[in-house]
Each structure stands twice: as structure tokens, then as C-alpha cells.
């Protein structure tokens, strides 16, 4: 089946960058999604990317999408404390509403 | 308010009884989804409904069952719960023509 994978843990700087990283097998996924789960809470979207792009970027947000290489990635500027969650990435196929979840990144920012 | 709310947020049960997980949204989203959350695995999906008559398996449903009684209501049942089944457990919305999904807080269940 479908695969998305993550690396587990990543422990940044405050004020310095982070980047997580996420890659997917499913060729024809249309959405890939950023989700950010803060302890004790469910998930909330933080941001998407259709497939048709290479870029996104939301304020402090910057999404790498390389298709070739299926491989997404997450970029915090500025990373805070407050920045310190889970990250999953998830793939949708067309025609699906189901994503595949990723293993989750947890961020660690130290003060 | 919470526009999607898990009962219970914590259950503690043994081996072999039968339990009921719950989530209700305020959304009027047509769709809703159960997944459960293990650590190093993500989020699996157990079952899912896009609308009060239809019910669909996701990747993990041996051993789980669902119930749509209504569009804001989507509960999980365990007939005969087992140790494995222990993990963190999410309720998930969607609404029609929109791929986001919204997250319940989640119910957090160990059996014993």
C-alpha cells in the first residue's frame, strides 16, 4: 500500500530554522498536507500544496514540494517555543477523501 | 465551543469488555472519520462515513465497529476489547468539496 514517511524527532535552537522533512510513494497524490498536533490536542491543519507545485509559503511557513523525488518538507522560520508539537504529513489520492498520515515529527525547541 | 467533541476524553477498561467511543460536530459536515494514533505509527484509519447511510472500512477495522446515527453523531464501538487495541483514539470531520479535515481532541484508551 501507500507509504508516507518522516524522520521521529528533531530538536532546534529557538530563533533558528527548522525543517521537516516527509516522503510519500504515491505518484498520484493530488494534496499534501501539514498537520501540527500540540500536546493534549488533536491535529490542525497547517498548511497544504497541491501537486502541481514546487512552492508555498505562509508567513513563517515554507513548503518544498519535489515531485520527481517525492519528497516534501516544512520549513519554520524563527523557530519558538510555542513551535514545539508533532508534525504529520499526509498524501490524498484523487478521487479519495483519505489521507495517509505520516509516522509524525516531534519538534523540540530549545530556549 | 468545540465544533467536534470525543467522549470520553480517557477510558481505562479490561480485556474483553465492550466499549463506546463517541464524537459529535457542530460543523454540518457530511463526513466523518475514526482514526487511532500509536506511537512511531501516525495516525491509522479505522473506519469512515460520508454521509448517515454509508459506512466504509479503513485500513485497520478488524475488531471495531462503527455507527452513524445521525450527521453529527459517528461513534466506534469495541466489542471485546484487547490490550493492543490501547492507543489514542480521533474523531475527524470533513466537509463536502473541502479536502481539510478537523480533529476532535481525541480519547485516550488503555486496555488492561
Known amino acids: 500500500g501507500e507509504d508516507v514517511e518522516q524522520s521521529l524527532f528533531l530538536s532546534v535552537r529557538e530563533g533558528d530554522s527548522s525543517v521537516i522533512n516527509c516522503t510519500y510513494t504515491d505518484s498520484s497524490s493530488t494534496y499534501l498536507y501539514w498537520y501540527k498536533q500540540e500536546p493534549g490536542a488533536g491535529l490542525q491543519l497547517l498548511t497544504y500544496?497541491?501537486?502541481?507545485?514546487d512552492m508555498k509559503q505562509d508567513q513563517r511557513l515554507t513548503v518544498l514540494l519535489n515531485k520527481k523525488d517525492k519528497h516534501l518538507s516544512l520549513r519554520i522560520a524563527d523557530t519558538q517555543t510555542g513551535d514545539s508539537a508533532i508534525y504529520f504529513c499526509a498524501d490524498q489520492s484523487p478521487g479519495t477523501y483519505k489521507y495517509i498520515f505520516g509516522t509524525g515529527t516531534r519538534l523540540k525547541v530549545l530556549a | 465551543d468545540a465544533d467536534v467533541t470525543q467522549t470520553p476524553r480517557n477510558r481505562i477498561t479490561k480485556t474483553g469488555k465492550r466499549i463506546m467511543l463517541e464524537c459529535s460536530q457542530t460543523k454540518g459536515h457530511d463526513r466523518m472519520y475514526w482514526y487511532r494514533q500509536d506511537p512511531g505509527l501516525g495516525l491509522r484509519l479505522i473506519y469512515y462515513?460520508?454521509?448517515?447511510?454509508?459506512?466504509n472500512k479503513g485500513e485497520i477495522s478488524d475488531g471495531y465497529s462503527v455507527s452513524r446515527q445521525a450527521q453529527a453523531k459517528f461513534s466506534l464501538s469495541l466489542e471485546s476489547a484487547i490490550p493492543n487495541q490501547t492507543a489514542l483514539y480521533f474523531c475527524a470531520t470533513s466537509d463536502l468539496g473541502n479536502n481539510e479535515q478537523f480533529f476532535g481532541p481525541g480519547t485516550r484508551l488503555t486496555v488492561l
Open positions: 500544496i497541491f501537486s502541481n507545485m
Open positions: 462515513s460520508f454521509d448517515v447511510k454509508d459506512i
